[in-house]
T-cell receptor, first 111, second 116 residues
């Protein structure tokens, strides 16, 4: 049972435009969320997190939005750069327990 | 933020040998550490949860005799893949929390294991 879903396996965006990656979850107990970026053959790189007490967290070009009523999480990257091309995973956890990861979205930023 | 260091980042081993992966919390004491594994084109899946000083709790389907987890101190957890086989080739990641129930977690950079 996939508790965290990333329904778009891939996304292509023009350089300089906004990239929006989406994530849906089913467990209303989730209270902490992460976004990770992963290049091929490398480890994941932590990008940004958000706790359920917030609905937005911003760090440079990266902003995460949380809509608890819709159980929806999104990552906005603006402006997108070719170096952002990677696979992005969202993850969620409840009450300090394990993280559940989505299956990832492969982002390609076209120069 | 807190730092979790995972070592090695890549390892290639022969079939039948054992490999140890270390996960260290560098600037905090981690009561709880998690070990995840990622299969190609799939999510990271939890393998086991370890609490300092006690036995690890393994997820269903994970062989505890094959994947030995030791959390001997508040800053170090190790995962040993014993008698490795090619199907154990995967990406392994650890995660650490200050204490059980704490929401925030910190991840290591991962270890790419290739068994030949």
């Amino acid at each position: 049972d996939q508790q965290v879903k990333q329904n778009s396996p891939s996304l292509s965006v023009q350089e300089g435009r906004i990239s929006i990656l989406n994530c849906d979850y089913t467990n209303s107990m989730f209270d902490y969320f992460l976004w990770y970026k992963k290049y091929p053959a490398e480890g994941p790189t932590f990008l940004i997190s958000i706790s359920s007490i917030k609905d937005k967290n911003e760090d440079g070009r990266f902003t995460v939005f949380l809509n608890k009523s819709a159980k929806h999480l999104s990552l906005h990257i603006v402006p997108s750069q070719p170096g952002d091309s990677a696979v992005y995973f969202c993850a969620a956890s409840a009450l300090g327990n394990q993280f559940y990861f989505g299956t990832g979205t492969s982002l390609t930023v076209i120069p | 933020g807190a730092v979790v260091s995972q070592h090695p980042s890549r390892v290639i081993c022969k079939s039948g040998t054992s490999v140890k992966i270390e996960c260290r919390s560098l600037d905090f004491q981690a009561t709880t550490m998690f070990w995840y594994r990622q299969f190609p084109k799939q999510s990271l899946m939890l393998m086991a949860t370890s609490n300092e000083g006690s036995k690890a709790t393994y997820e269903q389907g994970v062989e505890k005799d094959k994947f030995l987890i030791n959390h001997a101190s508040l800053t170090l957890s190790t995962l040993t893949v014993t008698s490795a086989h090619p199907e154990d080739s995967s990406f392994y990641i650890c995660s650490a929390r200050y204490w059980t129930g704490d929401t925030e977690a910190f991840f290591g950079q991962g270890t790419r294991l290739t068994v030949v």
